[in-house]
């Protein structure tokens, strides 16, 4: 990437003044069904994704799949793109309908694209970091109950076998999942992600058998690939009582961090689900759907944590009286996230950079064995195109401070190895369709014509110079 004036030309390494360690992992992000498009290209099948879209109501405008980013045919620019910013990773999502587009035979052809795309990133020298489940769920699978059937799990597996068998000779890291709590809770008891289910016991289950699945995925890639690293990504958040002093909002804390936090990290850290999460969903059957063996499989180590992080959530348990409508809060659904005044991105969700820092020092003082990279975090703001190009100040303001607020947990002695932004390139923004735009990079839908925001000048700045 040239040099631009705004920014002014990337300075040698070493001139920061909030330095990051040498070798700080430095990428960005994007998933499958969010860029790629091409939906019926070389033999895909259909994902939940496709069905949900194709639902009216579910996303905004009714936006769907298509064209994406068109990234399924631009993919050699786009990397070329990654290049020219600097990144020394990209995490993308390998779509599990390419791969296996009914649930079971293999699609040879789905499978080429990835591998051009890890050659082509190899090339640029862009180490590959790839998700194997980031949400797009084989609709024939969901149509035989989806992740609330246990043989998901192991249908999974089987995928992650013919993807390691296929790419795991070049990928140094693998993430099993991408935020398997949205998957289970925003997808079956909310209802607001595909499979647009409003089953409290059935996002229950679907937790469980994510989680079985990571510890299926996990054993599948020890056997392939025996030295690549591998871990999973959660999206975390701090939580706290709306006012400290109010049993309600005391009660609704701790049950939103259990649902959202511990409901994860504890099987998968601990090696046990939390007493009181056990006790809070007995009514929604958690306990039925635990068999000998799940939490061995599901505790097996792991080299690394994904945290994603955007916001925290400060929580209430007082009712606003208003009808409960379909919640992802299972059996505490009355809870609410009264705002603090605090600014707020073009999401909606408040600007709180310092929340990172505060998770990732409570991260690595539980689990201190365990390293961290940040694998998500950014903004979406409403971007305008002239003909100097995007200026998006808001987007450099949140990246900047939530770099700073990364630094500060390294300063804390925080074992945090790399930091990926959301998103590389606007992209399809799940129930909120093209309407919201995380990318460093602008994308005009129309013509697909790429225009880097003066947020990636920035951030290609922080990347050369290896710090703030
Ligand atoms: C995360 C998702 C990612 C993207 C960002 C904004 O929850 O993992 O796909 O949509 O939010």
């Known amino acids: 990437m040239p040099d631009d004036e705004r920014t002014g030309p990337a300075k040698a390494g070493g001139q920061a003044s909030a330095p990051f360690p040498d070798g700080f992992l430095w990428g960005a992000a994007t998933a499958s069904f969010q860029i790629e498009g091409s939906t019926a290209a070389d033999g895909r099948g259909g994902s939940i994704w496709d069905t949900f879209c194709a639902r009216p109501g579910t996303v905004a405008n009714g936006d769907t799949g298509e064209p994406a980013a068109d990234h399924y045919r631009l993919m050699p620019a786009d990397v070329r793109l990654m290049a020219e910013l600097g990144l020394r990773a990209y995490r993308f999502s390998v779509a599990w309908p390419r791969v296996r587009p009914d649930g079971g035979a293999v699609n040879a052809a789905g499978l080429d694209f990835y591998d051009r795309l890890l050659d082509e990133l190899l090339e640029h020298g862009i180490a590959p970091w790839p998700t194997l489940y980031h949400w797009d769920l084989p609709q024939a699978l969901e149509d035989r109950g989806g992740w609330t059937n246990r043989d998901t799990a192991h249908r999974f597996a089987d995928y992650v076998d013919s993807v390691l068998e296929r790419l795991g000779d070049r990928v140094s890291n693998w993430t099993t999942l991408n935020e398997p709590w949205c998957s289970a809770f925003l997808g079956y008891a909310a209802g607001v992600h595909a499979p647009g289910r409003t089953e409290p016991r059935a996002a229950v289950a679907a937790g469980h058998h994510l989680l079985l699945a990571h510890g299926e995925g996990l054993a599948v890639i020890r056997e392939r690939a025996p030295h690549a690293g591998a871990g999973i990504t959660l999206n975390l958040f701090p939580v706290r009582a709306h006012d400290p002093a109010d049993e309600a909002d005391v009660e609704a804390a701790r049950r939103v961090d259990a649902l959202q936090n511990r409901f994860f990290l504890d099987p998968l850290l601990r090696g046990s689900c939390p007493r009181d999460l056990l006790s809070d969903?007995?009514?929604?059957?958690?306990?039925?759907?635990?068999?000998?063996?799940?939490?061995?499989?599901?505790?097996?180590?792991?080299?690394?944590?994904?945290?994603?992080?955007?916001?925290?959530?400060?929580?209430?348990?007082?009712?606003?009286?208003?009808?409960?409508?379909?919640?992802?809060?299972?059996?505490?659904?009355?809870?609410?996230?009264?705002?603090?005044?605090?600014?707020?991105?073009?999401?909606?969700?408040?600007?709180?950079?310092?929340?990172?820092?505060?998770?990732?020092?409570?991260?690595?003082?539980?689990?201190?064995?365990?390293?961290?990279?940040?694998?998500?975090?950014?903004?979406?703001?409403?971007?305008?195109?002239?003909?100097?190009?995007?200026?998006?100040?808001?987007?450099?303001?949140?990246?900047?401070?939530?770099?700073?607020?990364?630094?500060?947990?390294?300063?804390?002695?925080?074992?945090?190895?790399?930091?990926?932004?959301w998103s590389l390139l606007d992209n399809f923004e799940w129930a909120e369709g093209y309407a919201k735009r995380f990318g460093l990079v602008h994308v005009d839908y129309a013509t697909q014509r790429r225009t880097p925001k003066a947020s990636a000048y920035r951030y290609a700045r922080v990347i050369a110079e290896n710090g703030l």
């Open 281 to 421: 969903l007995e009514p929604f059957g958690l306990g039925e759907h635990v068999k000998a063996d799940d939490a061995e499989r599901i505790a097996a180590p792991v080299d690394l944590l994904g945290v994603n992080y955007y916001h925290d959530h400060t929580v209430t348990g007082r009712s606003d009286g208003r009808p409960a409508a379909p919640s992802p809060w299972v059996g505490a659904e009355h809870v609410r996230f009264p705002g603090r005044g605090l600014p707020r991105t073009g999401m909606g969700w408040e600007v709180v950079p310092e929340g990172l820092t505060e998770l990732l020092v409570g991260l690595h003082r539980e689990f201190p064995a365990t390293p961290l990279y940040v694998t998500e975090n950014g903004a979406a703001y409403p971007d305008v195109v002239t003909a100097s190009g995007v200026d998006d100040p808001e987007r450099v303001a949140y990246l900047e401070s939530h770099l700073s607020a990364a630094h500060e947990a390294l300063r804390r002695g925080v074992d945090l190895r790399g930091y990926f932004y």
